[in-house]
């Protein structure tokens, strides 16, 4: 059973195009990550959100934490080939569950 | 610091076979993860350490599948036998403490034919 649904499950779009990602559960989460995944890399983590509501930016990237903690979503703007990889994110409870991911593509 | 590191990256082995994976988490870490990623499955968790006891063994698909930590730099990862269904990307991860980041290592690409 999986807790965290993303979607979309693949996003091809051009460089310069906004995006937006997102990572839905029926469970409340106390904290919620994001994680960037290259070719035959591990996942790496991009940011960590524990509030309700609460917005956090890096550069191009925008995440925001449900107000009931239960979702988040990923806003990329004009994005980059660089932003090519496989975003995961995670909820924390006893242990981290994965979502499903978003295999993103960004065409030059 | 060197990371996560994962031995070895790439293994092919045949269906019967035993198949050891190895981790050396990253010093001070008191969790360690060990996750299988597939295509139709994506990232589960199999089980995770703390201070070298498993506690979570929950996801280990069955007995075939054993995890060690016999000390705080070192983990295992056995299948015996191994089966084709088993062919996987198998991830180790640790971290500081239970909610905090995971650092993941960089895999190994495990074929069983």
């Known amino acids: 059973t999986q807790l965290l649904e993303q979607s979309p499950q693949f996003l091809s779009i051009q460089e310069g195009e906004n995006l937006t990602v997102y990572c839905n559960s029926s469970?409340?989460?106390?904290?919620l990550q994001w994680y960037r995944q290259e070719p035959g890399e591990g996942p790496v983590l991009l940011v960590t959100?524990?509030?309700?509501?609460e917005v956090k930016k890096l550069k191009r990237l925008t995440f925001q934490f449900g107000d009931a903690r239960k979702d988040s979503s990923l806003h990329i703007t004009a994005a980059q080939p660089g932003d090519t990889g496989l975003y995961l994110c995670a909820g924390g409870g006893n242990q981290f569950y994965f979502g499903t991911g978003t295999s993103l593509t960004v065409i030059p | 610091d060197a990371g996560v590191i994962q031995s070895p990256r790439h293994e092919v082995t045949e269906m019967g076979q035993e198949v050891t994976l190895r981790c050396k988490p990253i010093s001070g870490h008191d969790y360690l993860f060990w996750y299988r990623q597939t295509m139709m499955r994506g990232l589960e968790l199999l089980i995770y350490f703390n201070n070298n006891v498993p506690i979570d063994d929950s996801g280990m698909p069955e007995d075939r599948f054993s995890a060690k930590m016999p000390n705080a730099s070192f983990s295992t990862l056995k299948i015996q036998p191994s089966e084709p269904r088993d062919s996987a990307v198998y991830f180790c991860a640790s971290s500081f403490q239970i909610w905090s980041p995971l650092h993941f290592g960089n895999g190994t690409r495990l074929t069983v034919t």
């Open positions: 959100v524990v509030t309700g509501g």
């Open positions: 469970s409340v989460f106390s904290s």
